[in-house]
């Protein structure tokens, strides 16, 4: 497993968003539009790889000074409990620690909210409703 920094437009960026178009996106009905792709060059992007082939990914996104927020988590089907994702949020915290970000936040998917709160996080809203699907605000402080 490498754990590793993703540049926007490569070979790897291409598999980040086939990665995510089938598990976050297609289920739903959705798409990425050119719009979508190109605010992304901003974003601070992660992968986890078994060789070459993207198992794990996630995005991070500044949202004000000293806080990011994790978006766009997703891990193949069949390896999600395997540990892939743990590592990707143990690298994701780092990097944004590293980067000088104090907190960070998202917008977690109801099914996930034992995934994340194992790792630290913490409710911070009410239900809402984001692409059709539960999700609530969580967030931890990074020290």
């Given at each position: 497993m490498a754990l590793k920094f993703?540049?926007?437009g490569t070979k790897e960026y291409n598999q980040m968003?086939?990665?995510?178009?089938?598990i976050l996106r297609a289920p739903l009905g959705l798409t990425f539009t050119k719009e979508d792709l190109e605010q992304e060059k901003n974003d601070i992007l992660l992968g986890?790889?078994?060789e070459e082939q993207l198992?794990?990914?996630c995005l991070l996104t500044e949202i004000e000074p000293g806080t990011v927020k994790l978006r766009q988590m997703a891990v193949l089907d069949g390896l999600q409990g395997k540990g892939i994702g743990r590592a990707l949020m143990n690298?994701?915290?780092n990097v944004a620690r590293d980067a000088g970000?104090?907190?960070l936040t998202m917008h977690a998917r109801k099914s996930a909210l034992g995934f994340y709160e194992k790792l630290g996080y913490t409710i911070c809203s009410?239900?809402?409703e984001e692409v059709t699907v539960p999700h609530y605000i969580m967030e931890k402080k990074l020290r």
């Open positions: 993703i540049d926007h968003i086939d990665l995510r178009m089938q986890c790889f078994d198992e794990g990914c690298f994701a915290e970000y104090k907190k009410d239900e809402f």
